[in-house]
């Protein structure tokens, strides 16, 4: 699998997500400058973390409208994997690659801090690697991350198991007081309906490494690079 | 905005005016004897702000000469846009902590924010990429209102531009006292690593060569934000509103990675960001340090709105800008750059072998002076000091201790100097990057790996201004003591400090005084920890309605930790013999324990003897290097019960207290804040204790960890959960839960 990162301006966690995809690949990923609009090659795109256009509008409403988004939507159309993280996940839903949106933290404060989430399920693309309920120690950093979708849609993502994690306790259960933003039914993650496309607001690639802050976010590009496991 | 706020002033220039400006009457006749008439108006502002107390240090460049600057390690020293040391592997750390304080009680988001913000640029201007940002603060008495809303507007303003610009914020102090009622203080600290080879300068060169701006636009705010920043405060804040910058983050994501871009290539010959005093200083900086003449054009400036005049457009404190000087043949090269980044560039001027500084606009010239005695004349005052009386020793068994233990402890690990500040670090992005090792909390030091390689930067600010008060030189010799002390306790090597002077009016001779005490304390401390200034700041001033604020010399430390995974923590484990290193004699004068449980601030603060300073200090650091130390807690507000508590509630771990010597009395041996003290978690005690005493260092065993209660030695105890919400109220209660 081959992976590259879109460069929005304003975008900070990009060098992070690098670390990460090389450490899980082996080799460093392609860097793509937000103008560009030739993806071909590419079997994962990244949108990473960061501020694009400074969140001014909306978060990830203006990168939304960039000339490469385009070329990730169709990327996303044709199978594609699409993973999208913090504002990644925002500019998705911003897309409409990813439904619902980010609304402010219910705190109405930028929240930087451990969260503790849980794998929905192990038998996608991205968690395979894990163990289904399986709790991962990951840091947020985010002022807009409280997840909104209408009770339709929310309905649709649970009974089409697109819900990837879930804010959660340190025993994996699910409570308001384990749910730091306010998210609608404390998701943390969520996927496309063919699973291909994952936005999530806390940051796995901050998590590779014992000595910066654990290895919990490792098994999510291990299981992206592992032979396909299907 | 009020029509008589507007910053623009139609008048010819005269006495009354220079005074408005900020200039004395002697000073105004020393410009009318440089200039041989009358300046311009666009030529009195260049002269006062660059004769302001912000830019020229008048007031304080006699004493900052006394500092040590010098070591091995050190590349540059204060002189330069930020210090730079050597931190091996050909690479440098740069890096400076500079204050903000006027601003942000003016308005607190902006003026944080925009502190942040100028700090960075003095970092990547020299070719570093930022990786840490720190920050040390003073607020006001609590319980005003005031005081809360300044804290949310700074924790905010920092939170919102450091998170933006994708650099943690690693580490940082906070202390609470009436005397920063209306006068809080926002240091902000930037450190950055850059090749040691591939460091850029601001000396410009070249006759000929193109002068160019990058950045933002050029707009009339901050409009004589340095005049602002030189004066005390009285009731008329509100009117001072226009003198505040507004910041851009996003803007200044795009300058850096466009400067670090440009950086890799041959084509800057000198570099500067335009921070107080904008495009003045930076350019008259820039010519001077070069000795080369200057010429500007202000049609060529990019400009956010239409209509200003030579006056503002010299004078404006836009923010995120920077003023080069290119190879000609690698201007267009840059010009692609910062398109790409799209980011404004012109070309707005060239140097010239004039010695003098001449700026155009619509076709006249505006202002043509002198630079060399625009530099040689600035002002400079050995001002009157007066020595602030010393308070006597106070005598430990003579204070009565009403609270016990636990009843003292309680009430201090709770208080507004002691409680847990997650509530402000939690609004801090402290991991982007992916090298923080040691996050806010975690360490005495913050701990950041140098992308790359196995080796880490350790980080802190330190100052006691309570110490201060009570006797400067002290007071100043242990806030670059506890910084190396917080560094060494991470098991760095403590290399260099950078610091940020913050005191009050410097025309009173009792401020002066305690300027000059300050100075000859940090001098001393830093001579004997072979730990130099490489930079600073000096904020005078600071008082509002005439009352100064404490004392506050702020030190920014940098270490360098040879191993990165042999950084320790405050976390204890279980079954951990916790050894005390240090002399404890019990020393209550100017404690936290005397101000919060005895209601007094009071007497002589504890005095640091440097020379066992150093010696405890080497051997822990030998202790952590050796890999025997667990976690390591330096001793400092609330003394050893804190340190233990603090190190308990890091860990989630209960600790069972040995008594102390019976020659000292309890509260003075578990609150007491002698200096020079550590308190080391390890295996094996008395092979620590051992050691030590061969190592000619005082050690004693004061208890072991494990369980979940604080057993302590006079039979009290404290369940951890009744501890952790005594530590973890204060914020919430104070800011509101979230």
Same mark, same amino acid.
């Not at chain 1, 929905?120 to 996608?124: A, F, G, K, V, Y």
């Given at each position: 699998m081959k992976a590259g990162i879109v460069l929005f301006?304003?975008? $900070? /966690?990009e060098r992070d997500m690098a670390l990460a995809l090389e450490r899980a690949a082996g080799r460093a990923p392609r860097v793509i400058w937000h103008t560009e609009t030739d993806l071909d090659g590419l079997d994962l795109i990244v949108l990473p973390g960061g501020f694009s256009y400074g969140d001014y509008l909306r978060c990830g409403a203006m990168a939304a409208q960039s000339p490469v988004m385009g070329a990730v939507r169709a990327h996303a159309q044709r199978g594609g994997h699409v993973l999208g993280v913090c504002n990644g996940f925002q500019v998705l839903t911003e897309a409409g690659l990813l439904p619902g949106a980010l609304l402010r933290n219910a705190t109405l404060r930028f929240i930087a801090a451990d969260a503790t989430i849980r794998v929905? /399920? $192990?038998?996608?693309d991205y968690t395979h690697r894990y163990r289904a309920g399986q709790v991962l120690r990951v840091v947020m950093a985010h002022g807009d991350g409280n997840y909104y979708a209408d009770a339709a849609t929310l309905d649709r993502l649970e009974g089409d198991g697109l819900v990837a994690f879930r804010y959660c306790d340190a025993a994996g259960d699910v409570s308001e007081a384990a749910n730091p933003n306010g998210s609608a039914r404390a998701i943390a993650g969520i996927l496309s309906r063919n699973r291909r496309v994952l936005g999530l607001m806390p940051h796995p690639e901050n998590h590779i490494d014992p000595l910066t802050g654990g290895t919990d976010g490792l098994a999510l590009f291990e299981s992206l690079f592992a032979a396909s496991y299907a | 905005m009020p029509d008589e706020a507007s910053p623009r002033p139609a008048r010819v220039p005269d006495e009354a005016l220079a005074r408005e400006f900020g200039l004395s009457a002697e000073e105004w006749l020393r410009v009318l004897g440089i200039m041989g008439r009358t300046p311009t108006l666009t030529e009195l502002g260049i002269f006062s702000v660059m004769w302001s107390e912000h830019c020229s240090y008048k007031s304080s460049r006699v004493w900052l000469k006394q500092l040590p600057t010098k070591a091995p390690w050190v590349i540059h020293g204060p002189g330069e846009n930020a210090g730079v040391v050597d931190i091996g592997d050909g690479l440098a750390a740069v890096f400076k902590m500079e204050s903000h304080n006027h601003p942000s009680f003016i308005e607190p988001y902006q003026g944080a924010a925009t502190g942040v913000g100028g700090i960075l640029r003095d970092v990547f201007t020299m070719g570093a990429r930022p990786v840490a940002n720190l920050n040390a603060l003073r607020f006001g008495d609590p319980s005003d209102p005031v005081t809360r809303r300044v804290i949310d507007g700074v924790v905010r303003g920092i939170g919102g531009y450091g998170n933006c610009v994708g650099v943690p914020t690693v580490g940082g102090e906070v202390n609470f006292h009436r005397a920063y009622n209306r006068n809080p203080l926002v240091n902000a600290m930037t450190v950055g690593i850059a090749k040691r080879d591939r460091i850029f300068l601001s000396a410009a060169a070249g006759v000929g060569n193109p002068v160019v701006y990058v950045g933002s636009k050029t707009g009339i705010d901050g409009i004589h934000g340095a005049t602002m920043a030189s004066a005390e405060f009285s009731g008329d804040v509100e009117a001072r509103r226009p003198t505040v910058q507004v910041g851009d983050p996003f803007t200044e994501k795009l300058l850096i990675e466009a400067c670090l871009e440009l950086m890799a290539t041959d084509a800057i010959i000198a570099i500067q960001d335009m921070g107080a005093a904008g495009l003045t200083s930076s350019s008259v900086e820039m010519a001077g340090r070069g000795g080369v003449g200057i010429e500007l054009d202000l049609d060529a400036v990019p400009q956010r709105e239409a209509g200003m005049s030579a006056y503002e457009m010299m004078l404006s404190e836009s923010q995120e800008r920077m003023l080069m000087v290119l190879r000609p043949d690698r201007a267009e090269l840059a010009r692609q750059i910062f398109a790409k980044w799209e980011l404004d560039f012109a070309v707005i001027g060239r140097l010239t072998n004039t010695g003098r500084i001449v700026v155009r606009h619509h076709g006249a010239t505006e202002a043509d002076i002198p630079l060399g005695p625009l530099a040689d004349q600035a002002p400079l005052y050995e001002r009157p000091t007066a020595t602030t009386p010393k308070l006597p020793y106070i005598e430990p068994a003579k204070v009565e201790d009403r609270y016990g233990l636990a009843g003292g402890l309680l009430r201090l690990i709770g208080c507004p100097d002691l409680a847990s500040r997650a509530w402000i670090y939690n609004q801090y992005d402290s991991t982007v990057g992916a090298q923080t090792i040691r996050r806010p909390g975690a360490a005495d030091a913050a701990v950041v790996r140098i992308e790359g390689t196995t080796r880490a930067l350790a980080l802190t600010t330190d100052c006691t201004p309570r110490y201060c008060a009570a006797d400067a030189e002290a007071g100043g010799a242990q806030a670059v003591a506890e910084a190396w002390r917080n560094l060494i306790a991470t098991g760095a090597r403590p290399l260099a400090i950078t610091d940020n002077m913050n005191f009050g009016n410097p025309e009173k001779p009792e401020v002066m005084g305690q300027f000059a005490a300050a100075i000859r304390g940090m001098s001393a401390a830093c001579r004997a920890l072979d730990f130099p200034v490489v930079s600073g700041n000096v904020s005078l001033y600071n008082e509002t309605d005439g009352r100064a604020i404490l004392p506050t010399p702020a030190i920014g430390g940098l270490g360098v930790i040879d191993d990165a995974a042999r950084s320790v923590g405050i976390a204890l484990r279980p079954w951990l013999d916790l050894v005390l290193i240090g002399t404890t004699k019990g020393w209550l004068g100017q404690s936290l324990w005397l101000r919060e449980i005895g209601g007094r601030e009071d007497g002589a603060p504890p005095p640091v003897d440097l020379d066992a300073e150093r010696k405890h200090g080497d051997f822990v650091r030998a202790q952590i290097t050796a890999g025997v130390v667990r976690a390591c807690h330096d001793l400092s507000d609330g003394g050893l019960l804190v340190a233990v508590a603090e190190m308990a509630l890091a860990g989630g771990v209960g600790v069972r207290l040995n008594a102390g010597?019976?020659?000292?009395p309890n509260h003075a041996f578990w609150f007491g804040e002698d200096q020079g003290r550590y308190l080391l978690a390890v295996g094996d005690g008395a092979e620590m204790v051992r050691l030590a005493e061969a190592a000619g260092v005082p050690a004693m065993r004061i208890g072991i960890s494990g369980g979940r209660d604080l057993t302590l030695p006079d039979r009290g105890t404290i369940s951890m959960n009744a501890l952790r919400t005594a530590y973890e109220s204060f914020f919430p209660d104070l800011m509101g839960r979230s």
């Open positions: 301006p304003g975008i $900070n /966690r929905e /399920r $192990n038998d996608t | 010597p019976r020659e000292i």
